[in-house]
């Protein structure tokens, strides 16, 4: 089983739209959780950490359910900007190497 | 700004051939990773360092060696180079006093071995 797992997508919605992606870990005692995203032939940049509580950044509301092991990201009033891949990044341990799941595509459309 | 590079951007190199992938990162971070992103697998460690003289393997560490002589740089050998290896190598760096800082990567190396 893999670390971290990811829906690969594509997640094709049109703009305006309210999309959700979830990710799950294998690992209980995993602390830190992230979202990064990748556009297309560059290089992941942070989006968001995940805390405990759940945060929220503009339309982006992350989550995260230690029970059941798994993160969300909602994206709420979808943009064309927005097409991107999705990457859920989880550090497990003391060590601070992050672990990344395959990424979940999205295409927001007219 | 504190940056972080990688060099060359693209190679085209033989099998069996050395390569070196060079990072430079100006955070003053102690720690370096070096990843792999393959269609299908997103991205796997090869290395990582938590400061000058430390390196440890990462998931797919066989055929790849790095160094750390300084808090700057973290190069990356393939010590003979496989068609397997052709890939987009990132590099990233992070503070090392907090398991939530952010990641910085560079902008990645496209490699082809032929």
């Known amino acids: 089983r893999k670390e971290v797992e990811q829906d690969p997508g594509p997640f094709n919605v049109p703009e305006g739209a309210t999309v959700a992606f979830n990710c799950t870990y294998s690992n209980s005692a995993s602390q830190s959780f992230f979202w990064y995203r990748q556009d297309c032939r560059k290089e992941p940049k942070l989006l968001m950490s995940v805390y405990s509580s759940g945060n929220e950044d503009g339309r982006f509301t992350a989550q995260l359910n230690r029970a059941s092991q798994y993160i969300s990201l909602l994206i709420r009033d979808s943009k064309l900007s927005d097409s991107a891949t999705y990457l859920c990044v989880v550090i497990t341990g003391t060590a601070s190497k992050l672990t990344f799941g395959t990424g979940t595509r999205l295409q927001v459309t007219l | 700004d504190a940056e972080i590079t990688q060099s060359p951007r693209h190679k085209i190199t033989e099998t069996g051939r050395q390569v070196t992938l060079a990072c430079h990162q100006t955070w003053n971070h102690n720690n370096m990773f070096w990843y792999r992103q393959d269609l299908g697998h997103g991205l796997r460690l090869i290395h990582y360092s938590y400061g000058v003289q430390d390196t440890n393997k990462g998931e797919v560490s066989d055929g790849y060696s790095v160094s750390r002589s300084n808090t700057e740089d973290l190069p990356l050998t393939l010590e003979s180079a496989a068609s397997s290896q052709t890939s987009v190598y990132f590099c990233?760096?992070?503070?090392?006093?907090?398991?939530?800082?952010?990641?910085?990567f560079g902008q990645g190396t496209r490699l082809t071995v032929v």
């Open positions: 990233a760096s992070s503070d090392g006093d907090s398991l939530n800082a952010e990641a910085f």
